[in-house]
């Protein structure tokens, strides 16, 4: 008995000794979520920690004294790829009043007087934040609402509202996309808030504005652009030497491509040794669609305008309302032509 007893111990203790079966656990990836989070000097949109992109409640420090006068708020920048590579540039040396995407007419009459909301240095109008509407977080999709307003600045410095923008921001991510990129949802309603008419005059740029990354534009790229669009050189600079290209949905660039009225157009170039850009499309219900589009022969931004196809105007309480769809994409795209 004694000696059965030694057995079931000796059994059990070598029980004990043996390795546990190994367990196997499922691997599991958390795809990060889109969030919307404002602060009091911002509104950005994450994809996980990676920021997407910014507007601009309280208005960034200007790089250096001499372009403090073109500090503003109420523009998206940065706008990052979905890595977190920045496709928008601001304070650029050559065009400090292009800030990120922002929208700002050129061109107007209003009381008989011209109001320049585009260029800050004239010190006519400027385009500032105003208030946050509303911020959403949903499973697909984040966003948020703001308003800003389009003031006269008189000869005494004061500014008085004429329009007030109601912007609406959402980002989502396609459910089929097999690159970097995701969708950014741009509507802008403008409404005349005064007791006169307000005229947008026709114009070769105005409206809405991108501003590509700082670091698509040196002297020697401005020289091999002008080269290529004035004809004294024939063949299109290569992107390493020409920093940014641009391409419309008909096989234009910004040689051949200016005013034309694209049903999309894209700007690209090279940040950080990673190839970025952003391609916006023109909705079909918009007024006037397709945009022409203002692509500049040397720099790399763009407006979209419909002021170039004439006069526009917009009567006391009179609103008009614009949309766009922009993609932020990172890498080589199918649509890419050599």
């Given at each position: ?116 909301f585009w260029n800050q240095h004239k010190e006519l109008g400027i385009v500032v934040h105003e208030k946050v509407l509303e911020t959403t977080n949903n499973e697909t999709d984040a966003g948020f609402q703001v308003s800003l307003l389009h003031c006269e ?186």
């Amino acid at each position: 008995m004694q000696r059965f007893l030694l057995i079931q111990m000796v059994l059990l203790l070598f029980a004990a000794m043996r390795p546990a079966p190994s367990t196997v656990i499922a691997a599991t990836t958390t795809t990060p979520k889109l969030r919307c989070v404002e602060s009091p000097e911002s509104v950005e949109i994450r994809y996980g920690d990676t920021l997407l992109l910014r507007y601009n409640i309280v208005a960034p420090p200007a790089p250096s004294e001499a372009l403090s006068h073109y500090e503003r708020n109420g523009y998206l920048h940065p706008i990052c790829s979905m890595n977190g590579v920045q496709v928008t540039g601001d304070f650029a040396s050559d065009h400090p009043h292009q800030h990120g995407l922002f929208t700002a007419w050129t061109k107007t009459k209003f009381g008989g007087r011209t109001i320049d909301f585009w260029n800050q240095h004239k010190e006519l109008g400027i385009v500032v934040h105003e208030k946050v509407l509303e911020t959403t977080n949903n499973e697909t999709d984040a966003g948020f609402q703001v308003s800003l307003l389009h003031c006269e600045v008189k000869k005494d410095g004061t500014r008085s509202p004429v329009l007030r923008d109601t912007w609406t921001v959402r980002v989502s991510i396609p459910k089929k996309a097999t690159r970097a990129v995701y969708d950014l949802s741009f509507t802008f309603e403008q409404t005349n808030i005064t007791q006169l008419p307000f005229k947008i005059q026709e114009y070769h740029y105005g409206g809405f504005g991108l501003r590509g990354s700082n670091e698509w534009h040196s002297e020697a790229s401005k020289q091999a652009l002008a080269d290529y669009v004035s004809g004294k050189q024939s063949e299109r600079p290569k992107l390493q030497h020409a920093l940014s290209r641009f391409q419309t949905s008909l096989g234009q660039d910004r040689k051949t491509g200016n005013h034309s009225r694209p049903n999309w157009v894209s700007l690209f170039g090279s940040v950080q040794g990673e190839l970025v850009g952003v391609r916006l499309f023109c909705d079909p219900t918009n007024d006037r669609h397709p945009h022409p589009v203002r692509l500049h022969p040397t720099k790399p931004y763009f407006s979209v305008s419909p002021c170039v196809l004439g006069e526009l105007i917009l009567q006391p309480g009179e609103s008009r309302k614009t949309n766009y769809r922009i993609e932020v994409f990172e890498g080589q795209q199918d649509w890419m032509t050599p």
